[in-house]
């Protein structure tokens, strides 16, 4: 089973940058679907990134152009890169990571998940 730990969420000011890490227990097989989510109270849950593991991706258009989805498998980790932050943004962010060696939506069913990390943008 993949064990996943983010980190790298704080609070940031709009128009601010931060990077999201997700690290991997162990080797993750090369061949993984991977995304990040977010979560706030009171809305649904949101498939902002995922990166499937031949590399294609695949943002929502509330992120695209602002956020960079990228992983090192060397280092087992995945990366959310947050630019042009919004207070729109907060939110618990996720990262879940699914073998696959193909299809990766930001739909698909993922069954590995970390314990999320908080992210809070201030005007």
């Known amino acids: 089973q993949v064990r996943l730990v983010e980190s790298g969420g704080g609070p940031v000011q709009a128009g601010g940058s931060l990077r999201l890490s997700c690290a991997a227990s162990g080797y993750i097989y090369s061949g993984y679907c991977m995304g990040w989510f977010r979560h706030a109270p009171g809305k649904e849950r949101e498939g902002v990134a995922s990166?499937?593991?031949?590399?294609?991706?695949s943002y929502a258009d509330s992120v695209k152009g602002r956020f960079t989805i990228s992983k090192d498998i060397a280092k087992n980790t995945l990366y959310l890169q947050m630019n042009s932050l919004k207070p729109e943004d907060t939110a618990m962010y996720f990262c879940?990571?699914?073998?696959?060696?193909?299809?990766?939506?930001?739909?698909?069913?993922?069954?590995?998940w970390g314990q999320g990390t908080q992210v809070t943008v201030s005007s």
């Open positions: 879940a990571a699914e073998k696959s060696i193909g299809y990766c939506p930001r739909s698909y069913n993922f069954r590995n």
């Open positions: 990166i499937a593991s031949y590399g294609t991706t």
